[in-house]
């Protein structure tokens, strides 16, 4: 019988890594996540990744992750893949309104679909981007997430940048980084428009499809603004956690940075 390959990755060995790319006690961390990424073999798979973090962020730290449902969404607005015209009226009405404890991430990968059903993790209402917190500040992170402007002054990211808090990339590259978005909505630049968003949810118990205004934001340029941020300054830690490349940097200075950056970048 052929033996597993690669490196043997432990909770401790995790531990180790996390703290020596920068982890703390104390620290309010958003996590986006490759499990692939980290190779080898992981005894406990997602959820020693996630014990391993909280037990470096300690009982005063906190840990987000999006826990993102774009499907609940207007089929007809659907691209990747699209669906039949002829479907559009069924799939909207046999669709399940947003429930925040049954509804499972979509793309989101494995980590945070296993972290949003541990016992103590709570998450925000929203029918599509919502976000799972476990810690000291969770409740505050994730409570009144508005649904207009889903990504703006009345979201968890608002509230991580408020707590000071830091991005963790683990084994993904600022595509991935959601806290740009909230840079989208307080930038002024050229192009910047309004989208009607659509979503199943729950009103007075009975399931009602809700209408509401957003900003039309777009990931396209956050590589470029990430590679920048990192070029331009010190704030970016890189690292390496199991065998995936690790990046940790403040939430605020990448925010106030990639607000000027889309300000003089951004165009029509």
């Known amino acids: 019988m052929e033996e597993v390959k690669g490196d043997l990755i432990t909770s401790e060995t995790l531990k180790a890594d996390f703290r020596s790319l920068g982890i703390i006690p104390e620290m309010t961390v958003i996590l986006h996540s490759s499990m692939k990424a980290l190779g080898g073999w992981v005894v406990g798979g997602p959820v020693a990744v996630i014990l391993a973090l909280e037990d470096c962020l300690a009982s005063k730290g906190t840990l987000v992750m999006p826990t993102q449902t774009s499907d609940l969404s207007d089929p007809a607005n659907w691209r990747y893949p699209p669906v039949r015209e002829s479907w559009w009226e069924l799939i909207r009405e046999t669709m399940p309104a947003f429930d925040a404890d049954l509804?499972?991430?979509?793309?989101?990968?494995?980590?945070?679909?296993?972290?949003?059903?541990?016992?103590?993790?709570?998450?925000?209402?929203h029918p599509q981007v919502s976000f799972?917190?476990?810690?000291?500040?969770?409740?505050?992170?994730?409570?009144?997430?508005?649904?207009?402007?889903?990504?703006?002054?009345?979201?968890?990211?608002?509230?991580?940048?408020?707590?000071?808090?830091?991005?963790?990339?683990?084994?993904?590259?600022?595509?991935?980084?959601?806290?740009?978005?909230?840079?989208?909505?307080?930038?002024?630049?050229?192009?910047?428009?309004?989208?009607?968003?659509?979503?199943?949810?729950?009103?007075n118990g009975q399931k009602k499809w809700a209408d509401f205004k957003d900003v039309n934001v777009d990931s396209c340029d956050f590589e470029l603004i990430g590679a920048a941020?990192?070029?331009?300054?010190?704030?970016?830690?890189?690292?390496?956690?199991?065998?995936?490349?690790?990046?940790?940097?403040?939430?605020?200075?990448?925010?106030?940075?990639?607000?000027?950056?889309?300000?003089?970048?951004?165009s029509s």
């Open 229 to 266: 941020f990192e070029r331009d300054t010190s704030y970016t830690r890189r690292g390496k956690v199991a065998n995936a490349d690790a990046l940790l940097m403040p939430v605020k200075e990448l925010v106030d940075y990639a607000i000027k950056w889309m300000e003089s970048n951004r």
């Open 132 to 203: 799972a917190a476990w810690g000291s500040q969770k409740d505050h992170i994730v409570a009144n997430h508005s649904l207009e402007n889903s990504l703006g002054e009345n979201s968890p990211l608002a509230r991580l940048y408020e707590a000071e808090g830091w991005v963790l990339l683990l084994g993904v590259g600022h595509s991935s980084n959601t806290s740009i978005h909230l840079a989208e909505y307080r930038a002024d630049y050229a192009g910047k428009t309004e989208v009607n968003n659509k979503a199943p949810i729950f009103i």
């Open 103 to 125: 509804i499972p991430c979509r793309g989101m990968g494995i980590i945070p679909e296993c972290f949003r059903k541990q016992k103590g993790v709570v998450r925000s209402n």
